[in-house]
């Protein structure tokens, strides 16, 4: 069993910058692929991105060259740091943890444990 706690969302302006922190309970946190997903108002769940249990790193079309997924694992946290905010990245944004990724990382289905989300809101 993982827990997943979000935090670091808030309100920032166009341009900023944002890092949101995943905290996870629980063991073997480093076996875990750890993704950020989003959701905004009226959407459906989005793959933000990924940092593979190996080490490797997939990012959305969407937001590649402006976000940077790092983790600690001796902290058993996992990072989204997020440069140039715009006004369509306003969602509340979640991590989840999962080891088998058939159904492909992007899917939502392929995770396991899911945070309670943390809103992110950008203004003009």
């Known amino acids: 069993q993982v827990q997943l706690v979000e935090s670091g969302g808030g309100l920032v302006q166009a341009g900023d910058s944002l890092t949101l922190s995943c905290a996870a309970s629980g063991r073997s946190f480093s076996r875990y692929g750890m993704g950020w997903f989003r959701q905004a108002p009226g959407k459906e769940r989005e793959f933000v991105g990924i940092?593979?249990?190996?080490?490797?790193?997939y990012y959305a079309d969407s937001v590649k060259g402006r976000v940077t997924i790092s983790r600690d694992n001796a902290k058993n946290t996992v990072f989204l740091q997020m440069n140039s905010l715009n006004l369509e990245d306003t969602a509340v944004y979640y991590c989840?943890?999962?080891?088998?990724?058939?159904?492909?990382?992007?899917?939502?289905?392929?995770?396991?444990?899911w945070g309670q989300g943390t809103q992110v809101t950008v203004s003009s």
């Open positions: 989840a943890a999962g080891t088998n990724f058939y159904l492909g990382y992007q899917n939502s289905r392929s995770y396991d444990y």
């Open positions: 940092k593979r249990s190996g080490g490797s790193t």
